[in-house]
């Protein structure tokens, strides 16, 4: 046999003996299934959340679940955040979506579409976690063992007055720094802790060595990170817009106030707002409009930046790759007497409100819907919690479960001033609705341009500001109007059945009335705003 010969059947050869060893493989895999017991239930669960350590929590979790339930099989589906949304609709569309399904929206047509394909499952918040018997949450109704009382943008939706999800977790932003780097640029490991201190540092960073970046930057932390240091830096002015005495403004008080004159793009605080965007941004890198956060996260792991603004969802894959120590800083902010940017924050401040992540709804199309609440009563107890919290590294949700000394540095401090909630309260960067994120998105590169700065960037934005406001207020009542219409048929409706649904009725009719009031007051000021 020539040489060719012979490699060519070798090659057949290995190929077929391991076509055969699959083949068994496969065979004794289902003869077991066939064989052992097979689970009555199979719950589907489906995320995106691809971070390290991730998947491997979620199995883990699993697996103590259904140690505890033979009968019940879980199962999890992993999906790229890129195709999410997409693979979410095909299977809404095809009937095969799973059980439980994390999603997460500030999309107002997403919102209003969530109790079309998820169901409400309010009748279980209001009772116990079955699973916290024997500690401190038991008795407790399954939404008061939350941190923030399940109640959040994407666990509670207020315009039907019902609960859609549980979140599983909770984050916090944070500025992640080098600590070795640090430590060689300044001697210290310890960050500054203000604004005009931390613009110092950059100088210190680029002095240090030739494109070392103060700031790893991309498009994503600008979107979340300006909108944080604006609302705690003008917190002071922002209450001004507190006009029914709530100690919060939404988005609503204080655009509505724009359209009534009591301020404008060049009123002193915004222009204040806008000179924090401008030295926040010029600490970034370069072009950071245009670049992805996984670039900023490379860049920031290669050692090519000190520092990377995130959120703590971020940290185990930072943790699992990085060679260097890393740390972490609250955002810093103006201090009182800062001539350029300070003035207008309430000291001490706050984080915000509590609130709870990685929201799971309960499919409309679940065949077992019974068993899919019971593992997310398992998942959010206070054992499972720690748990899940403990293989994942992203901190709780569940009161008294016991952050990780490792993720001491993340906890949320509250002790302090709560103005906004970050998701729902007036951001500059995203107006009051998606014209508004438009208009003052696509064109920040004339803040950042060399030639363009904050008036420049103002002139702009005052050619359409009080149009875009006007379209997004008319926009934003209308689907309003239109939730609270659909409402009123479904507490009518409640009124003709048990008594259990008419005490449920009479609750919510209260806050139907009040968001109608608003509603009125609302459009009599767009009324007005409009020639």
């Known amino acids: 046999m020539n040489p060719q010969r012979r490699t060519l059947f070798i090659a057949l050869s290995l190929l077929a003996i391991g076509y055969l060893a699959s083949l068994g493989y496969i065979i004794r895999q289902r003869r077991a299934a066939t064989q052992g017991p097979r689970p009555a239930v199979v719950i589907r669960f489906a995320h995106w959340q691809l971070e390290s350590g991730m998947r491997e929590a979620f199995d883990l979790t699993a697996r103590r679940y259904m140690a505890l339930h033979p009968e019940v099989r879980v199962e999890q589906y992993a999906i790229p955040g ?19 399904v994390c999603f997460n929206s500030t999309d107002q047509t997403d919102v209003n579409q969530l109790p079309r394909n998820f169901s409400s499952i309010t009748r279980w918040m209001n009772e116990p976690n079955p699973y ?34 549980v979140g599983l977790a909770s984050h916090s932003m944070r500025i992640f720094y080098n600590r070795d780097l640090l430590r060689a640029i300044t001697g210290s490991d310890e960050p500054p802790h203000d604004f005009r201190a931390w613009l110092e540092l950059g100088k210190k960073v680029r002095a240090y060595r ?32 507190d006009h029914e005495q709530r100690f919060a403004v939404s988005a609503l008080d204080f655009f509505c106030d724009m359209l009534e004159g009591r301020w404008n793009l060049r009123t002193p605080p915004m222009q204040a707002a806008l000179r924090i965007m401008q030295a926040f941004g010029g ?8 670049l992805d956060r996984d670039s900023a996260m490379r860049a920031f792991m290669r050692g090519e930046a000190l520092s ?14 990085a060679k260097f120590r890393i740390g972490a800083l609250r955002l810093p902010l103006p201090t009182p007497d800062d001539p350029d940017y300070g003035g207008y924050a309430l000291l001490p401040v706050s984080d915000g409100g509590i609130g709870t992540a990685m929201p799971f709804y309960l499919s409309r199309q679940s065949q077992h819907p019974e068993a899919a609440i019971d593992f997310l009563h398992y998942v959010t107890s206070v054992d499972g919690n720690r748990l899940f919290s403990q293989a994942s590294h992203w901190m709780p949700s569940i009161i008294g479960v016991e952050i990780d000394p490792e993720l001491q540095p993340f906890r949320q401090n509250n002790h302090g001033y709560v103005v906004t909630d970050v998701q729902n309260g007036p951001q500059l960067l995203n107006g009051l609705g998606a014209d508004g ?80 009031i608003h509603l009125y007051l609302a459009e009599g000021k767009l009324a007005a705003a409009q020639p």
């Open 82 to 100: 890129r195709v999410y949304r997409q693979w979410l609709s095909t299977q809404i569309a095809a009937g095969t979506v799973p059980d439980l």
């Open 132 to 165: 916290n018997a024997g500690t401190r949450l038991a008795g407790v109704p399954w939404r008061l063992t939350f941190l923030d009382g399940g109640r959040n943008r994407t666990t509670y939706l207020d315009q039907y007055r019902n609960y859609y999800a």
């Open 210 to 241: 030739p494109g070392l970046v103060h700031v790893a930057g991309a498009h994503e932390n600008t979107i979340w990170v300006m909108p944080t240091l604006i609302n705690q830096s003008l917190a002071r002015w922002i209450l001004t817009g």
């Open 283 to 290: 600490e970034m890198t370069p072009g950071f409009l245009q």
């Open 308 to 321: 990377l603004p995130n959120g703590t969802w971020d940290y185990p894959t930072m943790r699992a790759t």
């Open 437 to 516: 994120t438009q208009l003052f998105e696509s064109n920040l590169h004339i803040l950042y341009s060399p030639d363009g700065g904050v008036e420049a960037y103002t002139r702009v934005l005052e050619r359409d500001f009080r149009a875009t406001v006007i379209r997004d207020l008319a926009k934003t009542l209308h689907i309003q109007r239109e939730n609270l219409r659909q409402r009123d048929t479904a507490l009518a409706a409640l009124q003709f059945l048990g008594p259990a649904e008419q005490a449920e009725s009479n609750r919510q009719q209260t806050s139907q009335h009040l968001n109608e």
